[in-house]
Structures are given as C-alpha cells and as structure tokens.
C-alpha cells in the first residue's frame, strides 16, 4: 500500500480557484502580463461591478505608468530624460519621484541597483517601476475598499489582507532551473515578493561594476512590506551574487536565492514564510 | 497496489482577458477511464515524455486559444491518484528574444542544469492552496488557470 519515494498520502495537490466572490482579470502591460485577483465580501452584482471598475481604473494607470517610464519608446519622458533632452521638472511629479527613490536606493545598496549604469546608457528605472508600479495597484485597491487581493506583474506579486486560507495567500516560487516546477512555497498576507531571475528572460541583469552579465545566482526572491523595496533589493542581490547573502543578512533583508548550481540560501526571516 | 497514474496533457492560453476558471475546457481522452468523458484531440505528444510504466491514464486537455502571445504553452502533469507527482511543460514558446532585454534559456540550457537536481524535484503545491507564483509570468498564468480546469474537470 506505500507508495515508493515514501510520498504522503495525506496532502492532495490543490491548485487554488477563487472559493468566494472574486473578480480576476489578467492585463497586458508594461511587456508582461499583471493579474489582478480581488476577492470580495458579497455576491451582490454591484460588488462585482466595482470591483471591475477598480480594476479598469488601476489598469488605465499602468499603461499611463508603463508610457512613462517605458524605455523601449524613444520618445517617453524617462527616454527623453536619459538623453539629456528634457531635465526631470519638465516631466510629471511621478518622475521626479522615481528619480528620487532610484538614487537613494543606489545608495543603500552600494551602486548594485543603478539605473544609470545601464550598458545601453540613458538611464534605465525599470528595475524600480515595476515593483513600485505593482504596489501602487495595492495600495489603489485597498484606498477603493478591496483590502483582500493578489496582484502579480510578471512574477512581483503583492498579496493583501486574506485569501481563501486565513494564514494567508498561498504563494509559489517558480524554480528558475527546472521551468513548470516550484522550489518553494509561501504562505504571506500584506507583503510583496519580488524574484529577479533567469527563469524566463535568461541572464537579463547586468553587474553595474563591470557591464557583465550576472550568473552566480539563478534566482532571488525578497519578502518585504513594500514591493518597491523588494523589487529592488531582488535586483541589486542577484547582480551581486554570491555576495548578497551576508549583505542581505546584514540589511535584515528576508531573502532566498537559487544559485546557479541548483543550491539554495536563506536569509533573515524569510524561512518562517515558508509552507512544510 | 499503486495507485492509478495520471498524465494530463493541457494547451494553455490565458492571457489578456478574463480569466474564468469554471468555463470547461474540451478534455479528450486516449485510453483508460477517463476516455469516454471526452470526445477528440491530440494525444501521443505527451507519452513519449513520461516512462510508459507511468501512464495509467492519459488524457488531453486543450484550453481555448485566448490571445496568448509567445505561442502556446502545453504542460503534462503526471498524478498519483488526486496528487500531483510531476509537472513539466512539453511544449514551450520558442525561445529567444522575449520582446524583453535578454533571452530566454534554450532547452539545451535547461536541461544542463537541471539534470542534477531533476531527482530530487519537489513538485507543485502539495497541501497548500497556490495562488500565485512568483518570478513566473506567462506560462504560470496561463498554466494554473487551465490546469485548475482540467482538474475540475477530471474530478
């Protein structure tokens, strides 16, 4: 009757379908593709409909954001910023804003995020935008009284409030070696979780020391409560390798990184997220 | 005894639209008790990728094609009865440029690294309700909305 590997028995797979009322809506935009998953509190059509609404309102926003910041259109103010033809008061706020948190963020971790060190040159936030961007839809929905929700773009997620488990969302970790497989699962509620990895885009983040490509670590994932910040640190951790871990223990940054080899690390409190 | 195995084979596509969890996709069988639930469609692609002593069942499963734009993705999935063993995708969008900075990794990238530590994979979500998957954007989104269909539909 055992069954060989020594599996249990006990444990089904689940793949979660929403359990309540929820609205789930997939947009394409800023080159990937964001998920909004809404849970709500009542079945009632009007719920529905706004929530739609929020959703479309957030939307509308990203691809404001995503023409913004974009740097494969010459011509977004964040292009036209890195060339030097427009100075950053001749943009809207949000850039200054971005320009602002990228040079702080270049600093608190030692020049591995750098937007301005990008080989192409110009200067390139979108290292930054999309976690602040992913946040920014968070934080729209909670002000819009939707305070459960999943938000993924392109694998930097935020998860607010409750799902379906009480303990919180249930989260996995795509295995950046082994396409289709996860090498961790979370379970995490008002936090963001960002993995700067080589799963779909290949070794895509460049060492801003020396312009190679970065390839200790096949992935990094960062839980914190803001996704900026995680976003961020995913970023400048695997351009930094092997390195990251004591500088990610250090920043008492919660942090967890496949390497290149197929081992895994930890760091800070990150293991208390993890399901088993 | 062991317990039956199941293999299920799914064409994903999900993006850019609604995603609706409990719209059926057309499943199709090839042997085995499950085969008379469905009507037509592909079958051998998956067999091949899975040793034969695996195949207690083996059934098709094709999502409608909604707009996913790197190509489809088809995911096989190996159960033991309700709990899943193994999912690999079969079938990939080509690779290469991604409309991003960099690339994707070949096959042949994937399957140098992941020889070594293909033994000792964990599978999905055993126990825990996944909803969402980081560091993964088209293919998951696409994978967990049609698998969870195929599931349904297979209870």
Redesign the interface.
């Known amino acids: 009757?055992s069954?060989?590997g020594g599996?249990?028995?006990?444990?089904?797979?689940?793949?979660?379908?929403?359990r309540g009322p929820s609205?789930?809506?997939?947009?394409?935009v800023m080159?990937?593709?964001v998920?909004f998953?809404v849970r709500l509190e009542s079945d009632e059509p009007t719920a529905r409909d706004e929530a739609t609404e929020a959703i479309r309102v957030c939307s509308e926003w990203l691809h404001w954001v995503d023409q913004t910041f974009t740097t494969y259109d010459a011509g977004s103010f964040v292009s036209r910023l890195g060339r030097g033809e427009i100075a950053v008061d001749d943009c809207p706020p949000e850039v200054a804003l971005i320009v602002e948190e990228c040079d702080w963020f270049r600093e608190v971790t030692r020049g591995w995020f750098d937007p301005w060190a990008s080989p192409i040159g110009g200067f390139d936030p979108s290292g930054l935008v999309k976690g602040w961007a992913t946040q920014g839809v968070s934080d729209r929905l909670r002000r819009a009284g939707f305070e459960r929700h999943?938000v993924?773009a392109?694998?930097?997620?935020v998860?607010a409030g409750e799902?379906?488990?009480a303990r919180g969302?249930?989260?996995?970790?795509?295995?950046?070696?082994?396409?289709?497989?996860?090498?961790a699962?979370l379970?995490a509620m008002d936090e963001g979780?960002?993995?700067s990895?080589?799963?779909?885009?290949?070794?895509?983040v460049w060492r801003p020391v020396d312009g190679s490509a970065a390839t200790d670590l096949?992935?990094v994932?960062i839980v914190h409560d803001d996704l900026t910040v995680a976003d961020v640190y995913a970023t400048a951790a695997f351009a930094m390798g092997g390195d990251a871990r004591q500088w990610l223990e250090e920043a008492g940054i919660d942090g967890y990184a496949v390497t290149?080899?197929?081992e895994e690390w930890e760091t800070g409190e990150f293991g208390r997220r993890r399901?088993? | 005894?062991?317990?039956a195995i199941t293999a299920l084979v799914l064409t994903a596509a999900?993006?850019?639209?609604?995603?609706s969890?409990?719209a059926p996709p057309p499943l199709v069988g090839t042997t085995g008790p499950l085969a008379s639930r469905f009507s037509s469609g592909r079958t051998a692609t998956a067999s091949s990728k899975f040793p034969s002593k695996y195949l207690g069942r083996v059934a098709v499963a094709r999502q409608p094609k909604i707009g996913y734009?790197f190509g489809d993705v088809q995911?096989s999935v190996v159960?033991?009865?309700?709990?899943?063993?193994k999912?690999?995708?079969v079938q990939?969008p080509p690779s290469g440029d991604?409309?991003?900075?960099?690339?994707?990794?070949t096959t042949t990238d994937?399957s140098n690294?992941?020889a070594?530590?293909?033994e000792r994979?964990?599978?999905?979500?055993?126990?825990?309700?996944?909803?969402?998957?980081?560091?993964?954007?088209?293919?998951?989104?696409a994978?967990?909305g049609s698998?969870?269909s195929a599931?349904?539909q297979a209870r």
């Open positions: 009757m069954e060989p599996e249990s028995e006990q444990q089904s797979a689940r793949i979660a379908v929403p609205v789930v809506h997939v947009e394409q080159g990937t593709a998920t998953d999943c993924n392109g694998g930097d997620v998860v799902s379906d488990d969302w249930g989260i996995g970790i795509a295995h950046p070696l082994v396409p289709g497989t996860l090498c699962t379970l979780i960002a993995t990895g080589t799963a779909e885009r290949g070794y895509h096949a992935s994932t290149a080899t197929g399901h088993q | 005894m062991r317990r999900a993006l850019g639209v609604l995603l969890y409990h734009s995911v159960m033991r009865g309700r709990r899943i063993v999912v690999n995708f990939m991604t409309g991003g900075l960099g690339t994707k990794p994937i690294y992941a070594p530590i293909l994979e964990a599978v999905v979500d055993q126990g825990i309700r996944l909803e969402t998957v980081s560091g993964a954007t088209y293919t998951y989104e994978f967990v698998l969870a599931l349904l």
